[in-house]
C-alpha cells in the first residue's frame, strides 16, 4: 500500500512538472524572439509576464485536479477497507452462530472431507457415537475414529456417489444399546464435495411404536 501511494503521488506530480518545463521553456523562447526582434520594452515585459501567469495558473488548476483524484482515490480506499472490515466480521459472526447451533443441536451432526478426514463433529454426535467429548478428532479418518462397519459402508458409498446413503443401526453405550438413524450425503454435487453425516436417536420414536 505504501509503494502504491508514493507511486500516485509521483506520477501526480509529473504533469505539474511537464507544465512547469513547457512555461520556463516558452517564456525563453519569447525573451529569445524579443531580443533578436528588438521589441520595445514595455511590451516584451508585458507579453513574458501573461505568459508566466498562464503557466501559472495552469500549473495551479493541475496540481489542484490531481490533488482531488489523490483524495478521492484515498477516500475508496478508505471505504473498500470499511467494507471489507464490517463483511469480515459478518462472517465471523455468521460462523460463530452456525458453531453456537450445532452445539445445541439435538441431532449428531458430522462433516467430512473428500478423504474421509473428520472436519466437524458437534457434541450430539459424539454422544450417539460414544466417543469422548473432549478429544480432538481435526484431521482424522472417520475409520480411525468409528467403529461401525455401517457407517463405514455408508461414508465410502457417498465418497463413490452413491447418495443419499440411509442406514439404522444399533450402537451399544456400555449398558444401553441405543437405534441411532443415519442420513449420509455429499454437500454438494461437486465430486470433490465433502460429506455431511446426520444421526438421530431413535430411541423414543421406537418405544411410541
Known sequence: MPSRMRHQRESSWFPVTTLCFAGLLVIVLLA????SNQTPFW????TLL???????VLVRKSDQHHTET?????????????AALEELKLVKASASQAKMALTKMRDGVVVLSPKSEILLI????????????????????FREVVRVPELTQAVNATLAGQTPQKV????????VTRPVKVRVDRITSDID??????????TEAQQIE
Not at 529569445?32 to 531580443?35: C, G, K, N, R, S
Not at 489523490?70 to 470499511?82: F, G, K, N, V, Y
Not at 439404522?168 to 449398558?175: A, K
Not at 464435495?193 to 431413535?202: A, H, P, Q, Y
Open 168 to 175: 439404522l443401526v444399533e450402537i451399544v453405550d456400555g449398558v
Open 32 to 35: 529569445l524572439f524579443f531580443l
Open 70 to 82: 489523490l483524495s478521492r482515490q484515498r477516500q475508496d480506499a478508505m471505504e473498500q477497507t470499511a
Open 122 to 141: 458437534n457434541p450430539w454426535a459424539r454422544r450417539l457415537l460414544t466417543l469422548s467429548p473432549e478429544t480432538s478428532f481435526q484431521n482424522r479418518t
Open 193 to 202: 464435495s465433502n460429506v455431511l453425516m446426520i444421526l438421530r436417536d431413535e
Open 43 to 46: 511590451r516584451a515585459f508585458l
Open 50 to 56: 501573461a505568459a508566466a501567469v498562464a503557466t501559472g
